[in-house]
């Protein structure tokens, strides 16, 4: 059965703090693995992540993909208040629907 | 429209009534996709359309979900004889390019259904 873990379930830092959120997958096909940010209701896009070894960047986050043993972390570096959110990770599969983690709340603190 | 629209926001109905849920895609995108978010869950998958083709509908929890979608646009997820349990955010995405082919899709703002 595909699976989508994601640690830790939940994170408090204070503002300026570096945080890594980890997700590990195993699914029975790969295309690609995403990461989203929920505030509210809807997740917001962040990354898509199809090759190993290939850091995606976006201003303060950025994001990595090890095919091999089957995690991508995502980075947030100088966090602020705007960062606290549940971060979503989603491994999609070929010919199957995305398998989304059950997301990493973090909580940043000023 | 500029993003994907679901309407209603918010919905309160009473147990064993049946509930409506509205998605206009972005114009243009083939594939729609219904995920539902319980308090503290993870996303969970639905039902996927793709243009014409027979929908995707591994996800549905039971027979009292349904969804259709018309003319390729708008898609509405019906939920026939509500339970407590069917309280969740239900989110619609819709995504410019079939399911396993850059899967960069774009959520609604969701539907909170309250079940009392």
């Known amino acids: 059965e595909d699976k989508v873990v994601q640690s830790p379930l939940s994170l408090v830092v204070h503002e300026g703090d570096t945080v890594t959120l980890n997700c590990s997958y195993e699914?029975?096909?790969?295309?690609?693995l995403l990461w989203y940010k929920q505030e509210k209701k809807a997740p917001t896009f962040l990354f898509m992540l199809t090759s190993s070894g290939i850091e995606k960047k976006s201003g303060r986050l950025s994001s990595i993909l090890d095919k091999k043993e089957l995690f991508s972390i995502l980075n947030i570096t100088a966090t602020q208040t705007g960062d606290s959110a549940v971060y979503l990770c989603?491994?999609?599969?070929?010919?199957?629907?995305?398998?989304f983690g059950a997301g990493t709340r973090l909580t940043v603190k000023p | 429209g500029a993003g994907v629209s679901q309407s209603p926001s918010n919905k309160v109905t009473e147990k064993g009534k049946d509930v409506e849920l509205r998605c206009d895609p972005i114009?243009?995108?083939?594939?729609l996709y219904w995920y539902r978010q319980s308090l503290g869950q993870g996303l969970e998958f639905l039902i996927y359309f793709q243009g014409n083709s027979a929908p995707d509908k591994s996800g549905l929890p039971s027979d009292r979900f349904s969804a259709e979608r018309t003319g390729g646009s708008v898609s509405t997820l019906t939920i026939q004889r509500t339970q407590q349990e069917d309280s969740a955010v239900y989110l619609c995405?819709?995504?410019?390019?079939?399911?396993?082919?850059?899967?960069?899709?774009?959520f609604g703002e969701g539907s909170w259904l309250t079940v009392v």
């Open positions: 699914v029975t096909n790969f295309r690609s």
């Open positions: 995405a819709s995504s410019p390019n079939p399911r396993g082919l850059g899967n960069t899709i774009y």
């Open positions: 989603a491994v999609s599969p070929n010919n199957n629907d995305m398998r």
């Open positions: 114009s243009g995108h083939t594939a």
